[in-house]
């Protein structure tokens, strides 16, 4: 998820990853390894959602020999919600190929994006 990431994951660090194009910035609010990730998310240039303006949860909870994941992301206005439930979708069925072990290959929405065309 993403052509360039820096990451600083420690509470406070830096949080920075481009998908596709799209700037997100913010910071690592909350690091608590190996259960925790909570992210201060948002956007460089997004007026609806700038720099750290939502929050992005991840829990992380081992169960028989595997890992389950939940992701919450919170303070999205509607524009950005809408959105962000095509999208997260998408890069979490990525994640799950990848971590079971295959390739997903490049992503799709790289050259064709949801609403310029593209089925997914």
Avoid: C
């Avoid at 194009?21 to 992210?39: C, K, Q, S, T, Y």
């Amino acid at each position: 998820m993403g052509d360039f990431a820096r990451l600083e994951a420690v509470d406070g660090g830096v949080f920075s990853v481009d998908i596709n194009g799209v700037l997100i910035r913010g910071h690592f609010v909350r690091v608590d390894r190996p259960r925790l990730l909570e992210i201060a998310w948002g956007e460089a240039g997004n007026q609806a959602m700038p720099p750290g303006a939502t929050r992005l949860r991840v829990t992380f909870e081992a169960r028989a020999g595997k890992t389950r994941v939940e992701l919450e992301h919170s303070g999205l206005v509607p524009v950005e919600a809408a959105k962000h439930a095509i999208g997260w979708p998408h890069f979490i069925e990525r994640l799950g190929v990848a971590a079971a072990g295959g390739d997903a290959g490049p992503d799709p929405w790289k050259e064709s994006p949801p609403g310029e065309g593209s089925a997914g």
